[in-house]
């Protein structure tokens, strides 16, 4: 059963992805600027792996199908104010004074507002942003996924599993098994396995999502900093406050190393000290790099596209539109493997790190 809906969704992924985003970005209001006569390729891809006020669906013509967002923002002057991003209509025109900065500057994108003395600022906003609404979207539906399967395992005791909980099963046990018990040690590993479970099927699931070019999918969740840089903090907190006296003594006191990298300088100690700050923050920055590596490299294939159409002719576009497509298939198979490998990658790091912080001294 699992097998057929892999494939399924492999099939429909594969077909939708390269005419969706192609049929999505024939037209473009900011990146094709009929003056200059290019395709500013750089916004194209930054305004697609970015956040926005509203979920985009498709374009026909004129006409943008999108879901309008919840706006929430705090203003000195006119205090809290709440709309749909529909009021901006796509981020032409303002709403109470608040508008979608346009400007190539530190605000491009972002939710400003002008006082009625003419400055400009940002007031403190709150927005359910298209990332933000992924997010609650994703959270709900492993949270529907594992309750279901867990009411299934209290009602179908030693029964064969069947469904979805056949295809989750091996991942949970590959988990538990391969990552919890291997890093952590058969003594401990339950207290973490919970975290180690949530956070690979959160950044596995928000993976895929961000391979899907239709709504629900589509949002770059996992190549926001901002969510690696929340995971990464989860894991430090974790570390740090289960940390055994063993392994605060290796990082301040490190045994076995010369006296003189101890004193008078401590240059191991601040090298440990500095290592466990380090560790979350490559972990937030592999995550993020690699999940928005691959969306840059897709768009970038498709950029191609439009510049030879617009910078050479039209029928070049077309010729190369052939290659293009072929790569982004690849590139589609290459990130559903890299997708599970960074869930895997950063769940196993995290293991380690819990196993070091509570390994005893030997």
Partial sequence: MHKKIIKSFLSILLIILPLTVIAQETH???????????????????????????????????????????????????????FMSSKFHHGHDEYKGFKIETAKNS?????????SDGTVIRPIDISITKNT????????????????????????????????????EPLIIFIRDDIAKASIGEKKYEKFLPFLLSVFFFIFLNNLFGLVPVFPGGANLTGN??????????????????????????????????????????LMPLVEIMGVFTKPFVLMIRLFANITAGHIIVLGFFSLIF?????????????????????TVFMTLLELLVAFIQAYVFTLLSALYFGMATEEHH
């Fill in 28 to 82: 473009s209001n900011d990146d094709y600027d009929k003056s200059k006569k290019g395709f500013d390729a750089g916004t194209f891809i930054i305004d697609h792996i970015g956040d926005s006020y509203e979920w985009h669906i498709a374009t026909f013509g004129e006409f943008h199908l999108s879901i309008p967002l919840p706006v929430i923002l705090y203003s000195k002057e006119k205090g809290i104010n709440v």
């Fill in 107 to 115: 605000n491009k994108g972002k939710i400003v507002e002008t006082l």
């Fill in 133 to 168: 609404l992924s997010l609650f979207l994703s959270l709900i539906l492993i949270t529907w996924v594992f309750l279901s399967i867990a009411k299934r395992y209290k009602t179908t005791k030693n029964k064969p599993p069947k469904g979805l909980q056949s295809l989750l």
């Fill in 225 to 266: 900093i901002a969510i690696t840089m929340v995971l990464a903090i989860f894991t430090f907190i974790i570390t740090t406050i289960n940390g055994s006296k063993s392994y605060w003594t290796h990082v301040v006191n490190t045994p076995g190393v010369p006296w003189w990298l101890k004193i008078p300088i401590p």
């Fill in 307 to 327: 510049i030879f159409g617009i910078n050479v002719n039209v029928y070049a576009g077309y010729g190369f539109s052939i290659v293009s497509v072929a790569f």
